[in-house]
T-cell receptor, first 112, second 114 residues
Framework: SQQGEEDPQALSIQEGENATMNCSYK?????LQWYRQNSGRGLVHLIL?????REKHSGRLRVTLDTSKKSSSLLITASRAADTASYFC????????????FGGGTRVLVKP | DAEITQSPRHKITETGRQVTLACHQT?????MFWYRQDLGHGLRLIHY???????NKGEVSDGYSVSRSNTEDLPLTLESAASSQTSVYFC?????????????FGQGTRLTVV
């Protein structure tokens, strides 16, 4: 079974709007990561947040982590057409080594 | 620049044939992983390796095998291809010694079993 589950499964917004997607997971984690996948391509790392962090920013990305609720959110501000992609959360469980467990992803469409 | 490459990018094979997908990384990473991606399932871990001669089963390892004879390569073998193994396969690597466990992904191999 998947460790992470993203919500919503799909999201359609206008350029310039913000996009928010959520990730819930089941077990304690070492860190949580977000990846982007453009159609037909491999995954690209966006941001990592450690279990002792609550919020992290990188450019137009903002990630929050609530370990008590076992959930994380990814906010993309001022979205652009180039942000159209699938976004995946992945959890790293330290006891299991350095392997990542991925959720099913959120497909984001940014309309120009 | 360091990179991770997969070959072939596309493969069509027949049921029952043995197939090997190649993964080569020049990051000098200790960790290497194979995932498969199917609609509705996201990415699922098949096998992984934390170093030379180390291999471990992931969530969906049945029908697959890997070997790690050097740092750079982790080939994935389908012993007897089945239609259920039609999927997109991704190889990834990461550095256990690094500050983060960020994974770097290859471009993927689209495998069709007919």
């Amino acid at each position: 079974s998947q460790q992470g589950e993203e919500d919503p499964q799909a999201l359609s917004i206008q350029e310039g709007e913000n996009a928010t997607m959520n990730c819930s997971y089941k077990t304690s984690i070492n860190n949580l990561q977000w990846y982007r996948q453009n159609s037909g391509r491999g995954l690209v790392h966006l941001i990592l947040i450690r279990s002792n962090e609550r919020e992290k920013h990188s450019g137009r990305l903002r990630v929050t982590l609530d370990t008590s609720k076992k959930s994380s959110s990814l906010l993309i501000t001022a979205s652009r057409a180039a942000d159209t992609a699938s976004y995946f959360c992945a959890t790293d469980i330290e006891a299991a080594g350095n392997k990542l467990t991925f959720g099913g992803g959120t497909r984001v469409l940014v309309k120009p | 620049d360091a990179e991770i490459t997969q070959s072939p990018r596309h493969k069509i094979t027949e049921t029952g044939r043995q197939v090997t997908l190649a993964c080569h990384q020049t990051w000098n990473h200790n960790n290497m992983f194979w995932y498969r991606q199917d609609l509705g399932h996201g990415l699922r871990l098949i096998h992984y390796s934390y170093g030379v001669q180390d291999t471990n089963k992931g969530e969906v390892s049945d029908g697959y095998s890997v070997s790690r004879s050097n740092t750079e390569d982790l080939p994935l073998t389908l012993e007897s291809a089945a239609s259920s193994q039609t999927s997109v396969y991704f190889c990834a690597s990461s550095d256990l010694q690094g500050a983060t466990s960020e994974a770097f992904f290859g471009q993927g191999t689209r495998l069709t079993v007919v």
